[in-house]
């Protein structure tokens, strides 16, 4: 049975259906898909399905930590104030985040942006997509480039060397168990160091684990993302 949202949904009409599409008895195509984004819409005001702390309820070290995105940003990332349920494994994780994804390495930090808006997309991670793509457009200043790997990296304009470092990081993250030597020795031939391939491979690792926990938590990102580098 539709539910109400679905059934408001059914009746809409929005201007005259675009040349080659008519308007199916249901109202207009995709309804079905546009009501599961109304009733998710509806339920943004969420930022977790578990209990967020409030502001007073966080450890100084933690609320520290929030400044520097506040002032860089102009906000609060919502993973920060989500993961603060557990204050300790917050500093520890973003401590080795960081380095991860900025510290020194071979790959440049848009390289290492490139991967994770790649594994986030395939693992469907609707916050790591959003904010990682936002992180993406605002280092390259090239809002193409991070829709292209959203939307599917293949058809992006790469060079060699980042194509054969995404490919592997889709293999590592949807069949990390047909890996084999082979796959490493084609990311040397690109042109990476082993200590490169190293941080690809932990990079990726890093994005599957905060995609689960993302997705499995019900995390929602801040709308600011939307916008950001745009």
Sequence with gaps: MASQCEKRLRGLRIGPAPAGVAWSAAGWPGWRSAARLA??????HELSWLRVPAD?????????????????????????????????HLLLWQDYYDEVLRGESGLSKAQREMIAVVVSAHNRCHYCLVSHSAALRKLTGDPVLADQLAGNYRYAQLEERERAMLDFAVKLT??????????????????????????????????????RLASGLGWIPNPEYFSLGR
């Design 39 to 44: 009733v998710v819409a509806v339920h943004t």
């Design 56 to 88: 007073d309820e966080v450890p100084a070290e933690v609320r520290e930590r929030w400044q520097e995105p506040l002032s860089r940003l102009g906000f609060v990332p919502n993973v920060l104030r989500v993961f603060a349920l557990r204050p300790r």
């Design 174 to 211: 949807e069949e990390s168990h047909r890996c084999t030597r082979e796959d490493v020795d084609a990311l040397r031939a690109a042109g990476w160091s082993d200590e490169d391939i190293f941080d690809i491979a932990e990079t990726v690792g890093m994005f599957n684990l905060t995609n």
